[in-house]
C-alpha cells in the first residue's frame, strides 16, 4: 500500500486506500472482531459482511491476488484480540485493518468481568497504535444497535458506541457508524427484519453492514459491473418492509 504523504489521518487513510485500489499492487485486508464478524449461525447459511466484501474486492474490482482474511471470534472482547495479536492481525502482514468490537465488552451479569467504557477506549487505542506500528490502515467500526429490552446485560451498548467514536475522532481514524446506520434502519428503534436474535443481525443485516463499510471505504465498482451492492440494497429493503 502507498505509504501516507503526512501523519496518519482518517482523510490520508482513505486516500491511501483509494490510491491502493486503483494501483496494481495487491491488498491483505484483515477483518476482525466477535461473533458478529465472525458472521456463523445468525446468517442461517447466508454470507457475512466479511464475505460481500470479499466479493466486492476479489470479484466486481476483479482483485484476485487480494486476500481477505475474517479472524474474528465469537465471544471475544478486545482484550482476546491484543492477547492474540500475532495470530490476529500480525502474521498476515495486513495493508487495511477493520475492527468491530465491543457487544461482549459491554456485557454484564452472572460469569462476566464488567468493562468500563474508559477500560474499553484504552484498549481500543492500544489496538490503532499497533495497527498504525504495522504500517496498515485501521477502520473502526461501532457495533451496531441491539434489542436492549430482551438483551439483558447488555443495556450498554450506546456508551460502548460512543467510546468507538471517540477513539476515533481522537486518533483521526476511519470511523464506520453501524450503530447509527442500524438506528436509522429502524426508524430509531430496532431494525427488527435485520436481527437474528436480540443482538446478533441476520443475513440481511450483515448485507446492512457490508453495505456501510463497502460506502465508507468507496468500495464500488464500476456501475455496469455492480451486481452485489444493488443486491444488498435490495436485501435490506425487503428485510425492512418485513421486519
Known amino acids: 500500500m502507498p505509504n501516507a504523504d503526512s501523519p496518519a489521518s482518517a482523510a490520508s487513510d482513505l486516500r ?3 490510491a491502493s485500489l486503483a494501483g496494481a499492487e495487491p491488498l491483505n485486508w484483515v477483518i476482525t472482531g466477535d461473533s458478529i464478524t465472525h458472521g456463523l449461525l445468525h446468517t442461517q447459511g447466508g454470507r457475512s459482511y466479511s464475505e460481500h466484501l470479499h466479493e466486492l474486492i ?9 486476500v481477505v482474511i475474517n479472524s474474528a471470534i465469537s465471544g471475544h472482547r478486545i482484550t482476546d484480540i491484543l492477547n492474540d495479536w500475532d495470530r490476529r492481525v500480525a502474521s498476515w502482514h495486513p495493508d487495511v485493518v477493520t475492527l468491530m468490537i465491543g457487544t461482549n465488552d459491554l456485557a454484564t451479569g452472572p460469569g ?7 477500560d474499553f477506549a484504552a ?3 492500544e489496538f490503532v497504535s499497533r495497527v498504525r506500528a504495522t504500517g496498515a490502515v485501521v477502520v473502526l467500526q461501532t457495533p451496531p444497535a441491539i434489542d436492549i429490552v430482551n438483551a439483558p446485560g447488555r ?3 450506546a456508551e460502548f458506541a460512543d467510546a468507538v467514536r471517540t477513539v476515533a475522532a481522537s486518533e483521526d481514524v476511519i470511523l464506520v457508524d453501524q450503530h447509527a446506520r442500524f438506528i436509522e434502519l429502524g426508524n430509531g428503534g430496532v431494525p427488527w427484519g435485520l436481527m437474528g436474535d436480540p443482538f446478533h443481525p441476520n443475513a440481511a443485516g450483515h448485507a446492512a453492514l457490508a453495505l456501510e463499510l463497502a460506502n465508507a471505504l ?3 465498482p464500476q456501475p455496469e459491473a455492480d451486481r452485489t451492492l444493488p443486491l444488498l440494497e435490495a436485501q435490506v429493503a425487503m428485510a425492512r418492509l418485513n421486519g
Open 218 to 220: 468507496d468500495i464500488c
Open 16 to 18: 491511501r486506500i483509494a
Open 58 to 66: 476479489r470479484g466486481e474490482l476483479g482483485r484476485t491476488r487480494d
Open 155 to 157: 443495556e450498554r451498548v
Open 112 to 118: 462476566q468481568v464488567a468493562v468500563e467504557p474508559g
Open 123 to 125: 484498549s481500543l487505542r
